[in-house]
């Protein structure tokens, strides 16, 4: 019986350290639909919320002419890589909206609300975001949930800076931990309603776990196996 136990502990410990690291690298530069799956993440329902610009002027949901876009992007970032080299995993990076600048040249898109799901459960992600602060962006609210079956188990955010001036661009990382989820919701506001600020997404960063039924299978053939050999 010890040694059916050790195999769990082995099973279970790998199936707990299935990391996966979204780093696009390996697609062209292009867009890819309003909804594109890849590594495990669905992502959709891109800039699908009407909102608020800090300035009072305001957006529309979709791909109206004063909608953000809907379209998921893969862009090539060389030059911001080159520039900051601490930052995501050169050369491409995961935008939305409208358009791309072919070749090491970039934009950065709206994001105002992208949904991620999950191929499998998770209780860890973290994301690097690249984004535009000060100028027309300052005091919109970044958001990382974490959500199961649509309830929020984990959240973290943060604020863009609001000093004035011309806009620069920033970074920061957001992480959801300490509860399992089936999905990500990334989105942005301003005074409790969205808003629609600049980011570029690298490095998405999930831990994957085991369904419970699956873990519950595993410790039950364990237990059969005990049992025969008494």
Known sequence: MKFGMALIAIAAGSAFADVSVSNYDDLAEAFYGTEFHYNGVTYKNVNN?????????????????????????????????????????ANNALTFGTSFIPGDNLTIGALSTVT???DSLADFASVEIAYYENGPWGGIEYHLDAMSSGTVVASDSFSISD??????????????????????????????????????????TINSVPAPSGALALVGLAGFAGRRRR
């Not at 919320?49 to 379209?71: K, Y």
């Not at 992480?175 to 989105?187: I, Q």
């Open 49 to 89: 919320q009407a909102g608020v610009f800090p300035d009072g002027s305001t957006f529309e949901a979709g791909d109206g002419i004063e909608g953000l876009g809907t379209q998921v992007i893969v862009e090539n970032a060389g030059f911001l890589y080159n520039d900051f080299p601490g930052w995501g995993s």
């Open 116 to 118: 991620m799901e999950l």
């Open 163 to 204: 000093l004035g001036g011309r806009d620069n661009i920033a970074f920061r990382t957001l992480s959801v931990d300490g509860a399992t989820f089936d999905s990500l919701h990334l989105y942005a506001t301003f005074n409790g309603s969205f808003s629609g600020p600049r980011a570029l997404l690298d490095n998405l």
